[in-house]
C-alpha cells in the first residue's frame, strides 16, 4: 500500500532564502509525481509534474527532482518571497490505478 | 477559462438533508476524481471515473453516489447528510493513457458544513 510522506511538517524562514521540501513515497511503481500548492480556504495549483522516466523539472524558481529508486523527491525553492507562504502537497498515482495518493503537506510561512 | 469548475463553492445545511455538488472539466480528461480534504487537511480519494465509469470507491458510504452523465461531468450526490460529512470536497481531472497519467487539475473545492 502507497504511503507518502512530507517532512517538514511545517517550515518558517526569512525572506530569500532558498529552501528545500520533501516527500517520500514507500512504492516506487508509480506513474509520475506531482508538487501543488494550497493557499488557505483555496484549491490545489499544480506546481511541477515529473514522469516516472525523468529526474528533474524546473519552472521559474521552482526545481523538482524525483529519485523514483529511493522513493524520494524534493521540492527546490530559490530566493523566498512571501507569496510563496501556503501549504505544499505531493501526490503520486500508483501505476495500474486511477488515484492520487497525497502527502500530508509542508506548511510553509515566509516572513517578510 | 476555468480548467475544472465545481459548484456550489460554500453549501450549509441541516444533518438528514440530501444535497449535490456538481463538477465541469474542459480539458477532455477521460479520467475524473471525488477528493475529500478533512479538518487536518490531508486529502484522501473518494471514487474515481474512467470514460464515465466507476474505477474507484474508496471505502466510502453508500450515501454519498457520484453520477457521471458525460466525461467533461462528475456530480456528487450525498444523502441524509452527517455532521461527520462537513469537509472540502475537491474535483479534479486527468487524463490516463497506458502507462501514463497526466497532469492532474482540481477544482477550487466546495466546503460542506452541515449543522
Known amino acids: 500500500k502507497q504511503e507518502v510522506t512530507q517532512i517538514p511538517a511545517a517550515l518558517s524562514v526569512p525572506e530569500g532564502e532558498n529552501l528545500v521540501l520533501n516527500c517520500s513515497f514507500t512504492d516506487s511503481a508509480i506513474y509520475n509525481l506531482q508538487w501543488f500548492r494550497q493557499d488557505p480556504g483555496k484549491g490545489l495549483t499544480s506546481l511541477l509534474l515529473i514522469q516516472s522516466s525523468q529526474r528533474e523539472q524546473t519552472s521559474g524558481r521552482l526545481n523538482a527532482s524525483l529519485d523514483k529508486s529511493s522513493g524520494r523527491s524534493t521540492l527546490y525553492i530559490a530566493a523566498s518571497q512571501p507569496g510563496d507562504s501556503a501549504t505544499y502537497l505531493c501526490?503520486?498515482?500508483?501505476?495500474?490505478?486511477?488515484?492520487?495518493?497525497f502527502g500530508t503537506g509542508t506548511r510553509l510561512k515566509v516572513l517578510a | 477559462d476555468t480548467a475544472v469548475s465545481q459548484t456550489p463553492k460554500y453549501l450549509v445545511t441541516q444533518m438528514g438533508n440530501d444535497k449535490s455538488i456538481k463538477c465541469e472539466q474542459n480539458l477532455g480528461h477521460d479520467t475524473m476524481y471525488w477528493y475529500k480534504q478533512d479538518s487536518k487537511k490531508f486529502l484522501k480519494i473518494m471514487f474515481s471515473y474512467n470514460n464515465k465509469e466507476l474505477i474507484i470507491n474508496e471505502t466510502v458510504p453508500n450515501r454519498f453516489s457520484p453520477k457521471s452523465p458525460d466525461k467533461a461531468h462528475l456530480n456528487l450526490h450525498i444523502n441524509s447528510l452527517e455532521l461527520g460529512d462537513s469537509a472540502v470536497y475537491f474535483c479534479?481531472?486527468?487524463?490516463?493513457?497506458?502507462?501514463?497519467?497526466?497532469?492532474?487539475?482540481f477544482g477550487q473545492g466546495t466546503r460542506l458544513t452541515v449543522v
Open positions: 501526490a503520486v498515482p500508483p501505476s495500474g490505478t486511477y488515484k492520487y495518493i
Open positions: 479534479a481531472s486527468s487524463q490516463v493513457r497506458g502507462n501514463l497519467n497526466t497532469e492532474a487539475f
